[in-house]
Structures are given as C-alpha cells and as structure tokens.
C-alpha cells in the first residue's frame, strides 16, 4: 500500500476506437482528507473520470492509481472498496425491499462476513442520520432519504474515497445542503477524500480544491478564489461564476475597491464594510 491518494498520469479515454477522445492526457492527484470539485460543462468528461476512478471503465492510455495500487481488470474489486460512488439517480441503485438490505447488498458483492455486515448496517445508517429506517422500503423515502440510504451503502463498504457525481442534483437547495453538511461531518468522522461533480457553483466554493474540466481536458484547477478570480480563463470556455463573484465584479466595475475575490455573501460583506 502507497500514501493515501487517486493519481491520474496522462490519462486518455475514449468509449470506443472508432469514436474522438473524451479524455486528453488527465494529470492530477487527490489526497487525504482532501474535498475536490469537479466541474465544466455537460460533456466535459467529468462522469468519465469518475468511472475510471472506481474501475468501472479502464483508459486507453496513461495509468490511474488509488493509494499507489495501479487500477487493472486485477486490482478493481480492492479499488471498488476503496473508492465508493453515488450517482445522480438513487432509484437506480436500489435493490433491496429494505432500506437494511440495500446496505447490505454492496457488503456482500464484497464478501464481508455476517457479523461484521450487521453492525456495519447500523453505523452507516446512523451517520447518515437515517438510522431508524433500516426496516423502511427505499422506494417510500423522500428523494433525500434515499440519497442518504445510498451515501451509508457506500460508507458500509469502509471506502477511503468517496464519489458524489451530481448526487444532490435531483434535490432542492434546502435537502442539497443539508446532505452536503451530512457528507462532510461524515468526511471528519471517518477521514475520507471527498470529489463532486456537481453544478451548484456556491458548494463549489465550499472545497478545498476545484478541477475544471473541458473537452476532456484539465482547463484550469486550484483553489476555488484562485479559480474563480480567474475570469478571464472561465468566461473563455463559458463557465459561469457563483453568484457572489458575479456581484463582487460588478462592484468592482463601480469602481468598489475588494482586496480579496469573496466567496460567499458573508465574505462579501467584510470587504465593503
Ligand atoms: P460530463 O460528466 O462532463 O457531462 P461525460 O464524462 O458523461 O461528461 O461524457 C464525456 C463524453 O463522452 C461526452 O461526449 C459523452 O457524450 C461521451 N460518452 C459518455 N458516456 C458514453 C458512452 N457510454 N458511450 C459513448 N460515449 C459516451
């Protein structure tokens, strides 16, 4: 076992030979503890990246490591267990008749022993706050229970990265922020690496480090004031910018005088007073 990190080096994919590259020779490095965001637009590649992460797609070239491991057709059933996923839909993850045997269900593709499964079922659960529901049927919960139901069958599995690709876009900002704060008191807890894919430019601001991606490229990555103070670069591929960096720019045009690129409205607001 290597030092805690997912390592793109020169990472290039493509669906098929026939067919133009998604991915075009993809650098980067996650580390512990770590949240990342991934973003650009619809078609970017940012799905991709996240399948590859996990071993549910292998590249055509270059090489992906998860704690120094190299990702293979080999090492993808110990990568799974490391790097867990949640998509966009959790109706399509639901297998189970309970919310308890969806959870148990990724345990057993990874043949935990019974003992250890039953206690795992509770715990997850219950940092997902969703520990009086393990005899519920999943398909009867809100769109965020069901969220959460699938955040703790991927926390069960004990992975030391986890993926949320769009996994809070079906919810409305109120459940979306209320998982987030969830996802990260669960991060602390347990010292996970965090990656989002996710349009809700506000949480972007939220992470420790931004990825943005276009036509399959790295386009620009770094903190998110260092990136989101790079307009130029943004607007160049369209990319919009929260909504606090929008209005600090337009007091910037008026000539309001910001030592810093704000945030979040709080941030904002000890600029100008
Ligand atoms: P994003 O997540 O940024 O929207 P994706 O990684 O989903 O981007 O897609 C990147 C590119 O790969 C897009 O052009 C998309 O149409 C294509 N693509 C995605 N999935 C498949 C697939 N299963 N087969 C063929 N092309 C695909």
């Not at 189970?96 to 990724?106: L, S």
């Not at 607007?235 to 929260?242: Q, R």
């Amino acid at each position: 076992m290597g030092e805690r990190q997912v390592e793109f080096r020169n990472v290039s994919f493509r669906y098929q030979e026939d067919m133009p590259w998604v991915l075009k020779n993809v650098n980067f490095k996650i580390g512990p503890d770590e949240w990342v965001a991934i973003i650009g637009h619809n078609g970017s590649g940012k799905s991709t990246i996240a399948k590859l992460m996990n071993g549910l797609l292998f590249p055509q070239e270059g090489e992906i490591f998860v704690d120094g491991n190299k990702v293979t057709q080999e090492t993808v059933w110990e990568i799974r267990k490391q790097v867990g996923m949640v998509f966009q839909n959790p109706d399509n993850q639901f297998v189970g008749t309970t919310v308890r045997d969806d959870v148990a269900f990724g345990m057993e593709n990874h043949g935990m022993p019974r003992k250890l499964m039953v206690e795992r079922i509770q715990e997850s659960l219950k940092a997902v706050r969703m520990g009086d529901y393990e005899h519920h049927e999943p398909h009867r919960l809100s769109g965020g229970q069901k969220q959460r139901v699938a955040i703790a069958s991927v926390l069960a599995v004990s992975p030391t990265f986890i993926i949320l690709d769009e996994a809070t876009a079906m919810l409305d900002p109120k459940g979306r922020k209320q998982i987030m704060e969830t996802v990260r008191e669960v991060q602390q807890e347990r010292d996970l690496s965090l990656i989002t894919i996710t349009h809700d430019l506000q949480e972007v601001t939220e992470a420790s480090r931004v990825i943005v991606m276009n036509e399959g490229e790295v386009w620009t990555e770094g903190s998110p004031r260092d990136v989101f103070s790079r307009k130029e670069r943004l607007t160049e591929i369209g990319l919009d910018t929260p909504f606090v960096s929008k209005l600090a720019d337009h007091l910037k045009s008026e000539g309001v005088k910001l030592t810093r690129e704000p945030l979040n409205h709080q941030e904002l607001l000890e600029e100008l007073w």
